[in-house]
């Protein structure tokens, strides 16, 4: 499985949300309610599906569903 496909699975169990209806400039917050207990849940679970560890820094720029689908390419590119 690609990494942005790992990503859209896990976007689209934290958010309760079908990976079709997930589109690149949805806001996490604002668009898909994943508040910061679920924030947190998110960064686990992509930490696991990309096998990275994701700093504070990248996971501070994981705003949209494009962010993260973005960062999981950037990883996938330097594996």
Do not use: F, H
Not at 27 to 34: E, F
Not at 42 to 66: C, F, K, Y
């Amino acid at each position: 499985m690609d990494l942005r496909a790992a990503a859209s699975k896990v976007l689209a169990r934290a958010s309760g949300r079908s990976e079709g209806d997930l589109r690149p400039e949805l806001d996490l917050v604002a668009d898909l309610g994943i508040d910061s207990p679920k924030q947190l849940e998110l960064l686990i679970e992509l930490e696991e599906a990309l096998n990275v560890e994701i700093s504070d820094e990248d996971a501070a720029a994981l705003e949209t569903v494009g962010d993260v689908l973005d960062y999981a390419a950037g990883v996938g590119a330097t594996a």
